[in-house]
């Protein structure tokens, strides 16, 4: 599956605000032009695709259940 296959809706480009680096996963924060969207990933990730703050990227998003709950 490429890229370019995938549903534009579910494709959100931005820039990395922030990573939080554990030891096992790490969060990473992506700003977009509809907000900010954060995606728990491995370190292993982190390190391997050469994250940093200000790299640009694609947030792909794959959700199989959302909840909306009126307050």
């Known amino acids: 599956m490429t ?11 931005g ?9 096992v996963v790490s969060e990473v924060d992506v700003e ?4 900010i969207v954060t995606s728990v990933i491995t370190t292993r990730s982190v390190k391997e695709l050469d ?3 200000g790299s640009e990227v694609l ?6 259940e959302v909840f ?4």
């Open 32 to 35: 977009t032009p509809f907000g």
């Open 51 to 53: 994250l940093k703050v």
């Open 15 to 23: 820039k990395i605000t922030e990573i939080i680096e554990g030891s």
């Open 3 to 13: 890229i370019q296959s995938i549903n534009a809706r579910n494709q959100f480009p």
């Open 68 to 71: 909306i709950v009126k307050i």
């Open 59 to 64: 947030a792909l998003v794959k959700a199989t």
